[in-house]
């Protein structure tokens, strides 16, 4: 078993006995929540899924995807990719696009702009870095596509090189949502 695998195992570990944790804690007098109790099991029932779709989780799985499509589209060496027409002609499909969908979501009557019309605390800024990361998957799979690398074996590249990651993300998240919910 190598140090990946034994830092999963802890935290599978620590998420298995929190919920006994929490209980013992509560019964010493400390000032947490159980989650043993009537309460705390109707709260794991209910939120045991949210880890699922945690932003930790969400990052995880946009850096691997990255990972093996960075990789896989040879976009790495630059010195190599800079004297392709090809990488000119994507990248500048790419800022043309984001361009447009800066200026189409800053314009003053925008959806994506606060109730009270600024960017701070906008639908735009929450969603921001994930269109980011989609944008710049999308940009590498359409430089790096060819028939020797179809999009599919560019996508499950990382996550069949890290199969870890994501069952580890799930299981960090739902320690941190335990710890959250036995203080607060």
């Not at 400390?30 to 989650?35: F, K, M, Q």
């Not at 060496?77 to 979501?105: D, E, G």
Request: proline share 5%.
């Amino acid at each position: 078993m190598n140090n990946k695998e034994r830092v999963f195992v802890f935290f599978l570990v620590l998420a298995a006995l929190l919920p006994f944790f929490s209980w013992a804690l509560s019964a010493l007098g400390v000032p947490c929540r159980s989650i043993l109790d009537d309460e705390g099991l109707r709260w794991l029932f209910r939120h045991a899924s949210d880890c699922l779709h945690s932003r930790l989780v969400m990052l995880a799985l946009c850096c691997t995807i990255m990972q093996g499509v960075i990789q896989k589209s040879r976009l790495f060496p630059l010195s190599k990719t800079f004297r392709q027409p090809r990488f000119y002609r994507c990248a500048a499909i790419y800022a043309l696009v984001l361009i447009l969908i800066l200026v189409a979501a800053l314009s003053p009557e925008s959806p994506l702009l606060s109730i009270t019309g600024g960017i701070a605390g906008s639908p735009l800024l929450d969603g921001l870095f994930f269109l980011g990361w989609f944008s710049f998957i999308v940009f590498c799979l359409c430089y790096g596509h060819s028939k020797r690398t179809p999009w599919i074996g560019m996508l499950i590249f990382g996550l069949r090189r890290h199969p870890l990651v994501l069952p580890f993300a799930v299981v960090v998240s739902f320690c941190w949502q335990c710890v959250e919910y036995m203080l607060s």
